[in-house]
């Protein structure tokens, strides 16, 4: 098994793991530090594809922690990423907000409404029933169906709201198709953010607080990598599942050096 002395190049959830309820997690912010020091790439992955990784960038800084836009993988980006590889300026029918539209916009697809190769649906607080009839019937036609990330709920101060996953639920059934989904558990995004820092399996380290999510894709990408215990598992949520993280840390506080770290140039 590797050692963690062998990780060169770090991914990280986001939610849990370096932010709790708009509160910075206890170590997130110096680690984030040391990684930089180190001179060691990163990247902070999320499913949500609500925002833009400026809007996140800005959101983070609000909550004491320094990631610039350019350090964000969001499943938006890596959604954006997969279907320009799949077809270079192709065209879409999306349900989403700016971090979806934005993203397939700057990877050079064009929006429509008529015949789209894809129909692309992600995380929204405002679902049209007029958009989701739309989708459902160009899907019906033809059009290829994609998700961002299958999160049936997502969190919000008076409970759990209908997300992505549950909406695309909707379509599926009453289309009979099942759509392809690009975020977390999908190893697929965390491929497409290695390939943004140039990193490799064999020294890439995956952190995050789900064991459906983060672990399992970081496992399936050859990953090494490490629950913490600051988001939603706990040893009764880990036993529920086959398989096990490489590692288990209380926080990221767990993953801080003790020892000072020495430039390249001494």
Request: net charge negative; with cysteine.
């Amino acid at each position: 098994m590797r050692d963690r002395r062998d990780i060169e190049c770090w991914l990280t959830d986001m939610d849990g793991v370096l932010v709790h309820e708009n509160h910075p997690v206890p170590g997130a912010a110096e680690l984030l530090q040391q990684w930089r020091d180190e001179g060691k790439p990163y990247l902070v992955l999320t499913n949500n594809s609500i925002f833009t990784p400026r809007d996140l960038s800005a959101r983070l800084k609000a909550s004491g922690l320094h990631v610039p836009e350019e350090y964000l993988w969001t499943s938006a980006l890596a959604t954006a990423d997969f279907l320009k590889s799949q077809m270079p300026g192709g065209t879409t029918f999306v349900i989403g907000e700016a971090g979806i539209t934005t993203a397939l916009h700057e990877a050079g697809f064009i929006m429509t409404e008529s015949d789209p190769d894809y129909v692309v649906i992600g995380e929204t607080r405002n679902y049209s029933f007029d958009a989701i009839t739309k989708a459902i019937r160009l899907i019906g036609a033809g059009s290829r169906f994609i998700v961002t990330n299958p999160d049936a709920t997502g969190p919000s101060a008076d409970g759990p709201l209908p997300a992505t996953g549950a909406v695309a639920a909707l379509i599926t059934k009453a289309t009979g198709k099942e759509p392809y989904v690009v975020g977390k558990p999908n190893p697929m995004m965390f491929r497409s953010a290695m390939n943004k820092i140039g990193a490799h399996s064999e020294n890439t380290g995956m952190i995050g607080d789900r064991m459906d999510t983060d672990i399992i894709a970081g496992i399936e990408a050859g990953l090494h990598t490490i629950l913490v215990l600051t988001g939603i598992s706990d040893q009764a949520e880990i036993d529920r599942y086959p398989f096990r993280p490489d590692e288990i840390l209380d926080s990221v506080a767990d993953l801080l050096s003790s020892e000072p770290v020495e430039s390249e140039m001494d």
